[in-house]
């Protein structure tokens, strides 16, 4: 696991040098704190290449990188873990090729050497990688399945320009920090801006499953994999079951090989849950797990982690957060580079600093809600469509019986909900599932934005998006939904999301539930496989019901949540005033005071719940804070 950096340069400039590199791979320390290495080569082509190491597999002087082949005709730096690297390694030796590491940066490089771009479908592993060829004077760089590591880019005027992180590309000093306002209506819809926009008009990002190439300074971004949820299996409900457990259990295995300490994240969720008990099940020795906790008890979790920590007799650390996280907010937006809203990101940075202190591998159970249908909106957009279908009259008493209710201050109440729910239940398609999930609607975009704002981002329209999956591709509803999340939702928010907090801390994350045979397995299954009777996860949950104890399973999903609306009402008040009611964020020009500020008090005075929408303004003007101001 590393940070990697670097430049091509097709003008002849010579801007290339080692101080410029050592600095973009000193942005990257964290990400790389056991060794860095460096690659300068001028030609008619000049090539930089920057590398940070996180000593994971090899920890010999031999796997440095930049890494190159035999001849020194073709150069790596990459970022990741490849989980089949040894078998594929086998093969390559078959064939002659010569070895000088242990490591799956050098396994790339000669399937590179063997298949070029097609060495991508043997790739078994999370992975952000680019490749110099000087025979052929290309630039090859691919990102891995479902986008777990990053892969952010510049090109222009002839200079090609990436990192791992945005702080990286930026302290190259070659790129103006021009704010792309479509970016910034995707941030503000969805708290997060998806690939392939960054905040900055001139950075993009490598999306999820896509390559790049780049010859005779021509670029071309291709998509190289892509889940396919028509071809349904054959198998019967029990027999799928078992398939589920079998590759569960392979997905796992081929993530417990380390050369170092190597841990599990639990959160007491079915997910998590299964993770810890599969490895106990492959492994002789004690388990390390840890989780994290709240005083405040509809956030708190840990009773569910205990359950599985006994059951398995694992060493078992818990870490409770209290409103003083918000110290860690700083670096936290300092390494995320771009506005990002998912207050989450604070305990997956704890829990990720607490297990670092142990381990230096940990095992997740990121991507089992959106392969298995782990969300209630799931189960909304089902119900919301079934009541689309009622006759108009009906449909119309009911919703404006539901709009008498009164309004609520806690959106998670159950008032909340269902007052939530009927909201998007009458919008079609992609506007329902966009005001289920989206942060500024419509209606307060129109309220709260500023004239600028409105001008810059007129025409956008935020449920767009999810077009391609509301459509006749897939058999069924849930299908959609669960295409649309994991394009979107879980690239471009969760797996950043625990790859800043991971990578901050210098741990190494590794999702089973993200291996591509159980992905691909998933989404081979009938809909009503993963969802029955509007009961979620209902094979996972028959596939593990022997494994972890029947309270996890039955539980109700919490979700990795912190208690922010309610510190903004307390100890983080009066931090929220200073910075979102400030004189200098106004002068930003892109909210309207009074609307702001009506938010802020209604909120304040339990009227009203927006935690989203007031964390949201907090964060962009923390971010303008550190990279704009």
């Not at 078998?87 to 940066?105: A, I, M, P, Q």
């Not at 945005?166 to 920090?177: E, F, M, V």
Request: hydrophobic share 40%; charged share 30%; proline share 3%.
């Amino acid at each position: 696991m590393c940070g990697i950096c670097g430049i091509i340069d097709y003008s002849g400039s010579r801007i290339i040098d080692e101080d410029r590199l050592r600095k973009m791979a000193c942005a990257l320390k964290h990400r790389g704190p056991d060794d860095e290495g460096i690659f300068v080569e001028h030609g008619r082509i000049n090539v930089g290449l920057g590398h940070r190491r996180l000593s994971i597999i090899d920890l010999s002087a031999k796997a440095h990188q930049p890494m190159s082949n035999e001849d020194n005709t073709v150069w790596i730096v990459f970022n990741g873990e490849i989980y089949n690297y040894r078998e594929l390694r086998e093969g390559l030796e078959e064939k002659g090729h010569k070895f000088k590491s242990d490591t799956d940066s050098e396994v790339i490089l000669h399937l590179y050497e063997e298949d070029k771009d097609g060495c991508l479908r043997l790739l078994r592993g999370m992975f952000a990688f680019l490749i110099w060829d000087k025979k052929r004077e290309i630039v090859f760089a691919a990102r891995d399945r479902v986008g777990k590591k990053p892969f952010f880019y510049f090109f222009e005027k002839g200079i090609f320009c990436f990192a791992s992180e945005i702080g990286s590309l930026l302290s190259a000093n070659l790129i103006d920090k021009i704010i792309d306002y479509g970016a910034l209506g995707d941030y503000l819809a969805y708290g997060y801006i998806p690939a392939p926009r960054s905040i900055f008009e001139k950075i993009k990002k490598l999306p999820a499953a896509h390559m790049l190439t780049l010859k005779d300074g021509l670029l071309r971004v291709s998509r190289y994999w892509q889940l396919d949820y028509r071809n349904k299996t054959l198998l019967n409900e029990e027999e799928s079951a078992r398939e589920l457990l079998r590759l569960l259990k392979e997905a796992v295995k081929i993530r417990l090989y380390s050369d170092v300490p190597l841990g599990a994240f639990l959160s007491g969720g079915i997910d998590s849950a299964t993770v810890v008990a599969l490895m106990a099940e492959l492994t002789t020795g004690r388990i390390r797990t840890f989780s994290i906790g709240f005083k405040e008890g509809a956030f708190n979790e840990l009773r569910y982690a205990k359950l599985v920590a006994d059951r398995y007799a694992t060493d078992h650390n818990e870490l409770v957060i209290r409103p003083d996280a918000m110290g860690v907010v700083h670096k936290l937006v300092e390494h995320y580079g771009e506005p990002y809203a998912d207050s989450s990101c604070i305990p997956t940075y704890y829990v990720a600093r607490e297990t670092k202190r142990f381990v230096t591998v940990a095992l997740s159970g990121d991507g089992g809600d959106e392969s298995f249908a782990g969300y209630e909106r799931y189960q909304a957009m089902i119900i919301a469509d079934k009541l689309s279908r009622l006759p108009v009259p009906l449909s119309k008493l009911l919703f404006r019986a539901a709009s008498r209710f009164p309004e609520c201050g806690n959106s998670r109440s159950a008032l909340g909900r269902f007052k939530r729910f009927m909201w998007a239940a009458q919008l079609p398609g992609r506007k329902r599932y966009f005001r289920w999930i989206g942060i500024f609607n419509e209606e307060m975009r129109e309220r709260t934005y500023s004239k600028f704002l409105k001008q810059k981002t007129e025409g956008y329209h935020p449920w767009e998006i999810f077009s391609p999956y509301f459509s006749d591709r897939q058999n069924d509803l849930l299908d959609g939904l669960l295409e649309a999340d994991v394009n979107t939702y879980l690239s471009g928010d969760l797996l950043v999301k625990m790859d800043i907090a991971s990578m901050t801390n210098s741990l190494e994350v590794r999702s089973p539930f993200l291996d591509q045979k159980v992905m691909e397995f998933a989404a081979g299954l009938p809909a009503r496989y993963k969802m029955r009777h509007l009961v979620k996860k209902y094979l996972l949950k028959k596939s593990v019901k022997e494994i972890i104890p029947v309270e996890n399973i039955h539980r109700k999903k919490m979700g990795f949540g912190i208690p922010v609306g309610e510190w903004f009402r307390a100890d983080l008040k009066e931090f929220l005033r200073e910075n979102i009611l400030s004189q200098k964020f106004f002068k930003r020009g892109y909210f309207e005071r009074e609307p702001v500020l009506r938010m802020f008090e209604d909120h304040c005075r339990r009227k009203k719940d927006f935690t989203f929408q007031l964390w949201s303004i907090l964060m962009l003007e923390l971010w303008h804070q550190k990279f704009m101001d």
